[in-house]
Structure formats: C-alpha cells, structure tokens
C-alpha cells in the first residue's frame, strides 16, 4: 500500500509507504531519532508528551470525527473510548516509568560484598514495533506507546487497516513534540504487519 508521506512540524516525513523496504527504512529513522531521545532526560520525555496530549485534548473533535467515520461509532462512544484519557495515561506511566527507570540500588550481602555497591539503570530497547487494534485505534494504543516513548525508545506503528486514520492521526500528534522521526507510521495489511 502506497501512502502520500506527510510531514511533520518540523518538516520530517513520519509516513512511510507499506512494504518490507518502507518498514526498513521506518526502523532506520525511529533507530537515528532514538539515539538522541534516550540522551533525553526523563523529565523533558514526559513533559514533550503531556504537550501533545493536550494537544489531543484540544483538536478531540478531529479524531471523534476520524473514528465515527471509520468505526461507525457514535459521538458519545469516541469521545470517552478515544479522545479522552491521554493525559491521565500520561500521568500514570510517567509514574511507572520514573520508578523502574532507576538508577535503583540493588542490596548486597556486607559480608559477600564489603565496601560495595550495586545499582540496576534500565536503558533503552531502540525502537519498538506496535500493531495498533482495530477497534481501539487510539486508547489502545496508550499502553504500549506511551511507555515505548517515556522509555527512551523510537516507535513504529503499522495502524489497523480497518482505522488506519485514526491511529495515523495519535501518532501525527505526538510526532509534533517529539525529535524528528522518532515515531513512524507504516500503513498496510497483515503482511506490512509480519515484516
């Protein structure tokens, strides 16, 4: 499936077409992007994407748009399953994620291991591969996203292609506070998903 790459604020594509050469290349950029946002402090990661939260917040009424058309679900429906809830899904995994980030110390045996200490400092994975669900376009997507993102890690995401305009459009909006190419939109059927 071939898309029209679309540019971000910032001028970089986070489009790319579907096929195993568009989801290399998808890899490759949310890999370079990752590189500089794992050097960012944690702080500054949760504070880049409360901004884009709230900027859902404020344009809402686009993706309940975007999933009415798509998934045939009534106003009501996509306002409380889709356009709300992404700050408080901020909110929560900044706090999970600040406290299994660490650095956090590990307890040794003073008789084993005297004068010593240990500490356990999670890093980064580099980018992570997301298949967003079909019939949760865009809350399903804060349980796996969010942390990816607060981690340090780039994503790529391969949308549903049954509300791919949906998912495009979260990761449109959290590509608008976030380094260049960090997250990646790959659209497609099973097969982009496999690759």
């Known amino acids: 499936m071939e898309l029209t790459p679309r540019a971000t604020k910032n001028g970089v594509r986070n489009h790319v077409n579907g096929t195993d050469q568009g989801v290399r290349t998808a890899v490759s950029r949310a890999r370079q992007a990752a590189e500089i946002w794992a050097e960012t402090p944690l702080d500054r990661r949760i504070a880049a994407v409360e901004r884009a939260a709230k900027r859902m917040l404020a344009d809402r009424d686009q993706v309940i748009a975007l999933a009415a058309a798509e998934l045939g679900k009534c106003d009501v429906e996509c306002v ?3 356009a709300l809830g992404a700050l408080d899904s901020i909110s929560n995994w900044s706090k999970v994620v600040r406290a299994a980030v ?10 084993g291991f005297p004068n010593k200490k240990a500490t356990i400092e999670l890093v980064p994975r580099g980018v992570v591969g997301i298949i967003a669900p079909w019939n949760y376009p865009v809350s399903g997507l804060y349980r796996s996203i969010l942390p990816a993102l607060l981690t340090g890690n780039g994503v790529v995401l391969k949308p549903s292609e049954y509300s791919p305009r949906s998912s495009a459009w979260y990761a449109e909006q959290l590509a608008r506070e976030l380094p260049a190419g960090l997250i990646q939109v790959v659209q497609g059927d099973g097969s982009v998903g496999a690759a």
Request: net charge neutral.
């Open 80 to 82: 409380f399953n889709e």
């Open 102 to 111: 660490g650095p956090n110390r590990v307890p040794l045996n003073p008789i």
